[in-house]
């Protein structure tokens, strides 16, 4: 039997409520358990919706939120690849890619086509909107590590250089005003770090 | 210290991470734990990119969803309420606004007022936008309940006549066809009850 538009409608959002129990390695700010990739994304969206000013170019912002609300849904078939892991890049994204097409399948063709076609603009970062998106998706887990002492840099014995190289070209490409705040930050929890006074930032 | 514009939206953004440790009633649908409000509001701005044409009228999809995804915020300070509790909707209004008020004045003025408003435009539900923002509020617990056969209803031992007193008149006004779906599902979820065969609906 055909299923009606709205029954595929139903069918992917009764779907998605997986993106709930996808953990993610960043913590809460409150550090009592980690952050799942659907309050992630609903967090991402309020950073996007208030921080369209810093973005390195002019970007639509309702784009950008939509981009950020459905960017990590492939995760309910992959899992979330963490940053300080070092899975194959290329194998990753052909897992990421069999996700989306089978997940925005579950849609109405037109739909799921256009929600496809946003999520490939997200991952190929080259429009103002996407480079924004990404920023912004490394941004938001910078901060938590920063408000939180350590948070996954101090697990996993990430560097400074390594924060600067893992985080820094994407933030700084998309959200050049960001970045600059992001160095001072970071920098200083590196240089408490090193002289053993740990503590969080204000 | 006067705050620059930038501490201040991070300021806000700090705030608000811990709306994802606000617990409602809802269950996941895998039954795993209850809902955060943080996910629910990121699920909520994806059933508005997708259902935006059951709304009763025409409406701005991006407006709906920013508001979806800062509806809740007021939680953080005055928690959930939920809807087969039975607290005075005055008071709850009263706190509320205080937490809106609190809350959004964490932000640059311009910003947070455009916010505060946005806000307010969804508790009165007056608008197109704020009808339909409002239906699907009501909307996805519902369906959470259908599908793992009862839920909260359960729990609460919650009446037919209960469901479609409490989410009826709420989703008729802002989405009516999704409204008749939710009648037939919750017809035959009670009637499944009724006939000692509890059955998670497919």
Redesign the interface.
Known sequence: MQSTT?EK??G???E??????VVRQSP???Q?RK??S??H???L???A???NE?ACGPVNT?RV??ML??HDVVEIDVGDFPIHGQPSSELQAELESRAAARLFGL?PQQ?GNELLTLWQEFECAETEDAKFAKALDRFQPL?ANV?TGGGTWTENGVSLEQVFSRYGPVIKRGAP??WN?CEQWVTQHFARQASGMPRKAS
Not at 16 to 21: C, G
């Open positions: 709205l409608q139903l992917f959002l009764r998605i409520d997986r993106l709930k129990t809460l700010l409150d009592s952050e799942n659907a309050e994304s609903w967090h969206a309020m950073y919706l208030l921080l810093y309702n939120i939509q609300l459905l849609l739909q901060l408000f005003r960001l705040l």
